[in-house]
């Protein structure tokens, strides 16, 4: 674990790696999400069967939280969808570097003198510029997003103005800021 998790008791527990469409998540129980310091997302060091991971747990819309797996842990797991996996997870006080998606990359790297703005924001305003842009199906809309978020950073914005965490979610897995898939 990180020497940047916050002085807490580890928070320790079953579950069971499932898929949310194509998507590998895990859910946590409702004792383990009742531990965590935060009902919003939460940045956490955590361990899946012995793998450790940094990442953002996300709040279900219902009191609860669940863990999006990347891609490349799920390889490295090598679980399968209903499989028992045993987790840990620490919070940590500072939020851990997004994936910046190559769309947004691309106009970064285009646009004049913004490589030391974004650096200079702090990486929940990182994460929330992305989270932004991710949150919606349609193509032309992150299109416009990914415009808009380079003409605000240009004018001093250093967050998605309204951006609400709670609803602003992955469309793919939440809607309305609830995770799909619960009762």
Do not use: Y
């Not at 939020?95 to 646009?111: F, G, K, Q, S």
């Not at 380079?150 to 800021?177: H, N, Q, V, Y």
Request: net charge negative; hydrophobic share 40%; charged share 30%.
């Amino acid at each position: 674990m990180s020497a940047d998790a916050a002085e807490t008791t580890t928070i320790t527990f079953p579950a069971i790696a499932e898929l949310l469409g194509d998507r590998p998540i895990l859910r946590l129980p409702q004792d383990a999400s009742d531990r965590l310091p935060s009902r919003g997302q939460v940045a956490v060091d955590g361990s899946i069967d012995g793998t450790d991971f940094t990442t953002v747990v996300e709040p279900d819309g219902r009191r609860g939280h669940w863990i999006s797996i990347e891609p490349d842990l799920w390889q490295r797991l090598g679980t399968s969808p209903g499989e028992a996996v045993e987790v840990s997870l620490n919070p940590r006080k500072e939020w851990p570097e997004v994936t910046v998606p190559e769309d947004l990359r691309a106009a970064l790297d285009a646009a004049v003198d913004l490589d030391e703005v974004w650096t200079s924001l702090t990486a929940m305003a990182r994460w929330e510029w992305v989270r932004w842009i991710r949150a919606t199906k349609s193509a032309d809309t992150r299109a416009r997003r990914v415009d808009v978020a380079i003409s605000k950073l240009e004018s001093g914005k250093r967050r998605p103005c309204c951006f609400d965490l709670s609803s602003c979610t992955d469309p793919e897995l939440s809607k309305s800021g609830k995770l799909l898939g619960l009762s």
